[in-house]
């Protein structure tokens, strides 16, 4: 005997149809019963996978490590997928970023590193001696090197260049009658002047020094050589800070 699976009436085994509801045992018999799913232990059943939960989901920060080497960009690392939270907390003058929350860790700043160590030793003394002993020779060194130091310590800076003084002293100087050398001598010292302030330098030195000292009383002999003298000074103290810094 079998059961009719819509109406549960009691069948014959050879019925085709159900004689209540006319059912079609032969497409139900012919339908395969699936197949038991095989059993496997509890503790071989692979761990489901966690649903994404945005709430849980969280920003990954970058840090410096005091004890890690320096890095030229302080802070970041492009493979962590995320920009790094910035730290107001930091030491004045530090550049970097750090985790919320750690304490703040101090960057040293980078500067551009020199590329020549240049002299600091220029002086009065040694420019009149020298000059003396080489017959105006070493006079031509001397302003050789300003025009070349004020443009190595100042044009990444300002975009300016200083001509070259021997250029001016054997061209340009004479075809002009002597006016390339005040204007070359005017153009030096604002440059001097604006490279102090820039680097934040006490020391005073500018264009009105050469018109007073070495133009409007060069009759007194003395004050051209003060000139010097102070622009000695000027030069080897932007030299010496360039030296340090860049």
Not at 44 to 73: G, K, L, R, W
């Amino acid at each position: 005997m079998k059961k009719c699976p819509s109406c549960g009436r009691e069948l014959n085994d050879s019925a085709m149809f159900c004689g209540s509801c006319g059912e079609n045992l032969s497409a139900v018999s012919a339908e395969p019963a699936p197949a038991p799913a095989p059993s496997m232990p509890a503790a071989e059943m692979p761990a489901a996978a966690p649903a994404e939960n945005p709430a849980m989901m969280q920003t990954v920060y970058a840090y410096s490590d005091p004890a890690a080497a320096p890095n030229p960009a302080p802070g970041y690392d492009p493979n962590m997928g995320a920009a790094p939270a910035y730290n107001p907390n930091m030491a004045a003058g530090g550049y970097g970023y750090a985790q919320p929350g750690a304490a703040p860790v101090y960057v040293q700043p980078v500067y551009a590193q020199p590329v020549a160590q240049l002299s600091t030793s220029r002086g009065l003394l040694k420019f009149i001696l020298l000059s003396l002993i080489t017959f105006g020779i070493y006079s031509l060194v001397f302003w050789s090197g300003v025009s070349t130091d004020i443009n190595t310590i100042a044009q990444r800076y300002d975009g300016k260049k200083t001509m070259h003084f021997c250029l001016l002293f054997f061209i340009i100087g004479p075809i002009t009658f002597g006016i390339g050398y005040i204007v070359w001598m005017h153009k030096l010292c604002s440059r001097i002047d604006s490279e102090l302030g820039r680097r934040g330098q006490t020391y005073k030195f500018g264009a009105g020094d050469f018109w007073i000292f070495s133009f409007l009383l060069s009759f007194t002999i003395i004050c051209p050589f003060i000139f010097i003298h102070r622009l000695c000074t000027a030069m080897n103290v932007l030299s010496a800070n360039y030296n340090q810094i860049g």
